[in-house]
């Protein structure tokens, strides 16, 4: 039986809600996305501009579906992992509706739902995936029931650290594309740090160098700021590389996929392109709609949830802002 899902995504930035059937036809998708005027995120002015805008985007999604809350036959919301106030804004709003209309209600994990709607999007079966966002560098993989991680950030996430340097740099957020923008005119490397321990990655050292590099004698000089874009792409994305081509060795999986808002980076797309051809593996990007953050990822991964094990009751629906995407089993796929 065919049923329809709306999914409510709300972890950071983007408040989106996605409408899309068991069949994987997608009905509506909108997002919203709050940027900070000045500075990072801020927990509570998200959460305010997340709750003054909740309607609109539901009424909106639903609006472009043609369809009303009562032919809804689940509620799926992001219950982890995220900003704790944040979270707590798309739980209440799912178990408002889900209680109201009498509708199931199940909580997704926000980077399982990532790989999800990449495996739908880009009709790949098995896939070694590396998720890269403002939040989250994760390399990941199917193995024992679960989507084990192979490979993720020790400290800064690839697409914050992007962001501080381009805010330290004085250019607008985000600052992952104007980073990619300036890298294209150099050529001339600069030494950087590259930190990769063990499988993991720490991108700390690296944006603490590109910082002292701004602030240099030399800086609009010997170098400048399209030098220092370019160093820092090229190290970044060649650790993110390596990670990627150790676990699709030791996994030998035969699809990459690439997600995550930095999976827009023509750059970083490249290199893991070659390394994918390399193994002999057939890369994918998602499609930048789908790569985001938005509400269809959580709407889908809860169709597939639902469908293997039914609802949650409510007193399951508490949010977990520190839980990891291999800690839950996932029962829709078999090995
Ligand atoms: P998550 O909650 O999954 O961590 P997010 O809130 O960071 O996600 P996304 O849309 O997945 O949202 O990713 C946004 C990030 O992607 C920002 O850090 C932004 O700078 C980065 N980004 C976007 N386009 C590019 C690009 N062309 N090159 C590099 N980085 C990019
Ligand atoms: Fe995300």
């Known amino acids: 039986m065919k049923i329809i899902a709306l999914g409510i995504e709300s972890t950071a930035h983007t408040f989106g809600v996605g409408i ?32 003054n805008n ?18 809804i036959d689940l509620i799926a919301f992001s219950q982890s992992p ?19 209309y009498d509708i199931p209600i199940v909580g997704v994990n926000h980077c399982i739902a990532h790989v999800e709607i990449g495996r739908l999007m880009c009709k790949v079966d098995d896939p070694l995936t590396l998720y890269v966002s403002g939040g989250n560098t994760i390399v990941s993989a199917f193995e024992s029931g679960r989507y084990q991680i192979f490979g993720e950030t020790l400290d800064l996430p690839i697409g914050n650290m992007l962001d501080s340097f381009a805010r330290d740099a004085g250019l607008t957020h985000p600052g992952g594309p104007k980073i990619e923008q300036l890298a294209l005119n150099s050529k001339n490397y600069l030494p950087l740090p590259y930190v990769v321990k063990g499988m993991d990655l720490s991108f700390s050292g690296l ?45 030998k999986k035969e699809e990459v996929l ?6 827009a980076n023509k750059r970083l797309q490249e290199m893991i392109e070659y390394i994918s051809m390399e193994h002999d593996a057939k890369f994918h990007v998602v499609p ?43 029962p829709w796929r078999s090995e």
């Open 20 to 51: 899309i059937d068991s069949k994987g036809i997608v009905r509506a998708s909108i997002n919203n996305v709050y940027i900070p005027e000045v500075g990072g995120l801020h927990p509570v002015q998200v959460r305010e501009h997340h709750m």
């Open 54 to 71: 909740f309607k609109e985007i539901i009424l909106k999604a639903l609006r472009s579906a043609h369809i009303s809350l009562n032919q």
């Open 82 to 100: 995220g900003l704790g106030p944040v979270l707590k804004i798309g739980a209440l709003i799912a178990r408002t509706l889900s209680q109201l």
């Open 207 to 251: 944006y603490t160098a590109t910082k002292h590099l701004i602030m240099a004698e030399e800086f609009n000089k010997k170098y400048n700021l399209e030098d220092i874009a370019y160093s820092l792409q090229e190290t970044a994305f060649a650790m993110l590389t390596e990670v990627t081509e150790r676990a699709l060795a030791h996994t």
């Open 258 to 263: 690439l997600t995550g808002g930095v999976a």
């Open 288 to 330: 930048l709609k789908y790569a985001g953050d938005n509400g269809v990822m959580i709407a889908w991964t809860g169709i597939l949830q639902y469908q293997a094990r039914g609802g949650d009751e409510l007193d399951q629906t508490i949010i977990k802002p520190k839980e990891r995407m291999d800690n839950i089993p996932i």
